[in-house]
């Protein structure tokens, strides 16, 4: 939390996604950030970032957390992108990798 107060964002978008967006919050700026998680089973990075597209939403980044397992990487994006991830030793098309330790 901490660290979402300290960038002071006007909005924080969090989609759950796994070969479909399973759900979508939004929060205002002020308000708490709370995750539950939904959906589970394959991966799908593209369909997150088409709902973003279909909203006209353009983050100022975008922070996926994730095992980076897929069939099909999204394409590049207008924006920056960091992994969140346990498996950093994955190579990813573009954007970052931080590791997630456990």
């Not at 107060?5 to 979508?24: E, S």
Request: aromatic fraction near 10%; glycine fraction near 6%.
């Amino acid at each position: 939390r901490a660290a979402i107060d300290d960038a002071d964002p006007q909005r924080v978008v969090v989609l759950y996604i796994d070969t479909r967006v399973q759900a979508a919050e939004i929060f205002e700026r002020g308000e708490t950030v709370t995750i539950e998680a939904s959906g589970g089973g394959g991966t799908d990075f593209r369909p997150g970032f088409d709902w973003l597209a279909e909203k006209n939403i353009t983050p100022a980044c975008a922070v996926y957390f994730t095992d980076l397992l897929c069939n099909r990487w999204p394409d590049p994006q207008p924006f920056p992108i960091l992994w969140a991830s346990q498996n950093p030793q994955i190579n990813v098309p573009h954007g970052e990798i931080v590791e997630l330790k456990r």
